[in-house]
């Protein structure tokens, strides 16, 4: 498959040693996200936006052999942003 990195990190320093009190994870129709309740009675909260990404390939196959003669852009869908 193509070497494309889709790796994004991301720093929360706001609750740097905060103690966690409890791991939520919701997942109904509407709302879909992992909540993280400090003893301070803060949350953080991760919303999850459900996508799909395509990554085409045109490629020639001979004796079992896979030639790739292009990768495309991927396609991603569309996700609502908050």
């Keep these: ?3 494309i990195s889709l790796r994004q990190l991301a720093d929360f320093p706001e609750v740097k040693d905060k103690i966690i009190d ?7 129709d509407e709302f879909y996200g992992i909540t993280l309740r400090f ?5 953080l909260t991760f ?3 459900p996508c799909v ?18 990768l495309y852009k ?7 942003r908050v």
């Design 53 to 70: 990404i395509s990554f085409p390939v045109l490629a020639h196959w001979a004796n079992g052999e896979e030639k790739r003669l292009k």
């Design 74 to 80: 991927p396609v991603r869908s569309n996700v609502q």
């Design 39 to 43: 003893q301070d009675k803060t949350t």
């Design 22 to 28: 409890a791991v939520e994870l919701s997942s109904d």
């Design 1 to 3: 498959m193509a070497d």
């Design 47 to 49: 919303t999850i936006e």
